[in-house]
């Protein structure tokens, strides 16, 4: 298994631009999760899903947009990127039971993004 | 004032030494995680916590619920143990995946 995987590693974009984060995970969890860490800052959720087609909004979910399409797939999409949006990107994965989520989560590698 | 706060930010020791590193929290919480992440920058969940104690190898973590305090203990440190050890809690209601981060300490074993 491959466990949380994250694409791509590292992407320089300039201001305004788009792109789109994906994450994938084999384990076949129910709950992804999307994190920003910033240098000394603890880590902060984005956007979460609870399940396919469903999203809901983090701590700070400003300037991003999220889609779970496909229960193994959740991207994370910057629609005008802005310096700010500078951060290591981590994709999480949990296992839910019923109504009840397994703590544990997965982390993927992390994405590093430099906005110009 | 954070919700989540560890102590101390920087940590040095030298091999062999035991290492203790603290975790304090505002709010009342349903479970506490100890995660650690790597020079690499992966992370990797170490222990779940909601009460007592957790041992797992040298790795020994501690919560006291009244308190609002945890600890991550290491014993017989080696510089692999060096990373960063980041202390998470998730609170009642809200979100089910809500955690609360601290900003972490980073620990250096050296030789």
């Known amino acids: 298994n491959a466990g949380v995987t994250q694409t791509p590693k590292f992407r320089v974009l300039k201001t305004g631009q788009s792109m789109t984060l994906l994450c994938a995970q084999d384990?076949?969890?129910?709950?992804m999760y999307w994190y920003r860490q910033d240098p000394g800052m603890g880590l902060r959720l984005i956007h979460y899903?609870?399940?396919?087609?469903?999203?809901a909004k983090g701590e700070v979910p400003d300037g991003y947009n999220v889609s779970r399409l496909k229960k193994q797939n959740f991207l994370l999409g910057l629609e005008s990127a802005a310096p700010s949006q500078t951060s290591v990107y981590f994709c999480a994965s949990s296992l839910g039971l019923g109504q009840r989520v397994v703590e544990t989560q997965y982390f993927g590698p992390g994405t590093r993004l430099l906005v110009l | 004032k954070n919700e989540v706060e560890q102590s101390p930010q920087n940590l040095t020791a030298q091999e062999g030494e035991f290492i203790t590193i603290n975790c304090s929290y505002s709010?009342?919480?349903?479970?506490l995680h100890w995660l650690q992440q790597h020079p690499g920058g992966g992370i990797v969940s170490l222990f779940m916590?909601?009460?007592g104690k957790k041992k797992h190898g040298r790795l020994i973590a501690t919560i006291n619920i009244q308190e609002k305090h945890s600890s991550l203990h290491i014993t017989a440190s080696h510089p692999r143990d060096s990373a960063v050890y980041i202390c998470a809690v998730r609170g009642y209601g809200g979100s089910q995946g809500n955690l609360i981060f601290g900003k972490g300490t980073k620990l250096s074993v050296k030789p």
């Open positions: 916590l909601s009460s």
């Open positions: 384990m076949n969890h129910e709950y």
């Open positions: 709010v009342g919480i349903s479970a």
């Open positions: 899903s609870v399940g396919e087609g469903t999203t």
